[in-house]
Structure formats: C-alpha cells, structure tokens
C-alpha cells in the first residue's frame, strides 16, 4: 500500500484507438470537448485563485510561493491565449514582487532574479524596453559572484547556480533572441563544473562520480536540490560543456546516479537514503525523467530511455499524491512526466495518462489531500495547476515551468 499516494482509479492505455477518442485525435489534439472541460477548468481556478490569493503572504517576491508566480503563469496564458489582459495581470503581480525582493538569493525559483527576469520579459512586451533593461542590468550584476567558484553559492535548482543560469536562459527563451549572450550562460556551467569536481574529490565518491553536488551537508538526488537537476543542465548544447568534459565527467556522474535506482524504478532523495517513498518532481522519479532524457538525446544509450520509461509507469502506479494538485510535489508537477515523454515519443500513450492525471486535477479538491502552507502558489498551489492545465492544451509545446528547456 503506497502511504504518501492515492490508488490510481483509471484504467490504463490499452493501444485501442477507442481509449484515447474522448481525449484527443490521432494527431494529438486535444478534442473540442474535452479541451472545452480544460479551458472550463481553468477559468474556474483563476477565479478561485484570484480570491484566494487575497491571504497570500504579501512579502513573498518568489516564483516558488509568491508573486513572481503568479505572474508567470499570468504570462504564460499571455503566451498561450494572447490575451493583452493576461500581460497587464503578469505586470501588477511582478510588480509587487519586485517591491519585496529578497536582497539575499540569487535563483529563478527561491530568488531574486526569477522576479527580475519574468519582469524584463514583460516589459519588453509592453514596449517599456528601458524598465526591461533595467531589470536586466540587475540580474546580471549578480553574475559575478555567481561564477566565483569561492562564493560559497550552491549549485543546485532552488538556491544555487543553476537556478540563476535559468534565468538567463529563461530571457533569451522568451524574447526569443540572444540578448543574454551565451558566454554568461557558459561561465556559470564552467563553474559548477568545477565546483562538482571540487567536491568529488573531498567525497567518498571520487572513484565512481568525477561530479558531486551538496545541499545543507547531504547529497541531494532529485531535480530541485540534487544532482539530476544540475545534470539535466549540464547536458544541454550550447552551454558550454565540451565533449570530453561531457564523456569523462558528466557521463560516469549520471550513470552513478542512475546506478542509486530503487527496484521499483523510482531514486531515493539523498544518496544513501534507502527509503522508496517519494514520486515528486522535487524529489524521485518525476524530475529524474528530464535528466534520463537528456542522457539518451546527448548519449544515445538505450538504458537511459528505459529508465525514463520506468519514471513513466512509477508515476501512473504512485503520482496521485495525497500531497496535492501542484507542480513541486504534486499531481501536475507529476503529469509533466508524462508530456516530456510524450514530446520525445510521440506514444500515445503518455498523452492518454497526462489527461487522466489532468482529469484527476478536474476534480481538483474532492480528494481529500492535504492543502498546501501556500494554497495558490505556482510550486505548491492552485497556480501550478493551472499553469499546467493550459500546457495540456498545447502538449508538443508544454514544458515544466521554471525548469524544463
Ligand atoms: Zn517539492
């Protein structure tokens, strides 16, 4: 009996076109009814967000749990409906977060260059380039001390280095050009390069991982604070990791972490835990998937498709969480699995499961789940939901917010 998950009710795909008829077409197009029951969905949630967020903690800049969220999700319905009011939306919320900044971390999710970068973007949007630029000469003051390997920075998600390279590439991403140039976003992988190497040789595990990454003294796994998140980072072109670095450091690292599997398929959150409990993006398999992908893209080896694979099913058999609908350790967060299968794939099969976990989300509080400390954030909350939600609309186009590339 899974403790942490609800029994998942759904029957599975079967490969009968039958099964997927009331979802989607057979070129994964979503139907008009059940895209109409989205989009229902949706607005209903904004509404009751909308609410909501009047108790929300007015001092919380981030996009994990504050206002930087919310305004990402204002601007990713921009992106995907081009309502101009979604945009006005996105401004008054990056705007209170902006007047609440940190002063003391430098991360897209935790920090505060997620509020100054969603902030560029808007602006630059709204035709206001000198506010853009403001914001951006901000977030790229901090680069300097991101890059001193000696700062004492972390280098994973939520806290570290890469949550500030994010947003840079974030920037870049959403205008659609190089107004970053890469050489900031190179410099920060050539630091964590460096760090891990660093930090392998002080462990236990320089024989078998030339990269090792630390958080709070533990050897964080998953994507939010461990390895798999930097890695899934390191891999991607153009960051500036070479061949040689990408065979003789961070491959023998990923297979290290891959070799941490659980019979089960799923990953422990530290390494030594040999706990199986956890199906979160932020711990275990569901942020795992990004990275295996990444492995088998850049790497060509098939184990790391049939363990991105095994993430599938960990998550269909244990994803429902009792934790909730949200991104960070939630249903939607969970349901992304899913979509990076299915963008990679084209199975239909992942398409068919990330809409029974967005059916799941369609009775969003009738399950009896915990509620979350911040009920209508975009990592814990209702935000998330949604955000994911508009993604299912568009699911070649979906990508995990504030993580995914
Ligand atoms: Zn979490």
Known sequence: MEPRALKNPYSDYDGIPGCTAAYFDTHGRLTHEFAGRVRCKIAELLEQMHHGLRSADPRDCTAYTGWAGISLLYLHLYNVFGDSSY??????????????LTRRWITFLCGDTGPLAIAAVIFHKMQKQRESEECLNQL???????????SRVPDEMLYGRMGYLYSLVFVNEQLQQERIPRQ?????????????ANLSMKSQFQEKSPLMYEWYQEYYVGAAHGLAGIYYFLMQPDFGVSQDQLLGLVKPSVDFLCNLKFPSGNYPPCIGDTRDLLVHWCHGAPGLIYMLIQAYKVFGVDQYMIDAVQCGEIIWNRGLLKKGYGLCHGVAGNAYGFLALFKFTQDAKYLYRACKFAEWCLDYGKHGCRTPD????LFEGMAGTIYFLVDLLQPMRSKFPAFEL
């Open 140 to 150: 790229l003051q901090l680069h300097e001390s991101v890059v001193k390997l000696d």
């Open 374 to 377: 911040t009920p209508f954030s």
């Open 184 to 196: 900031y976003i190179q410099q920060v992988c050539k630091t964590v390069l460096a760090s891990g």
């Open 87 to 100: 945009l006005a939306k996105a401004l008054e919320f990056v705007s209170k977060s902006l007047n609440c």
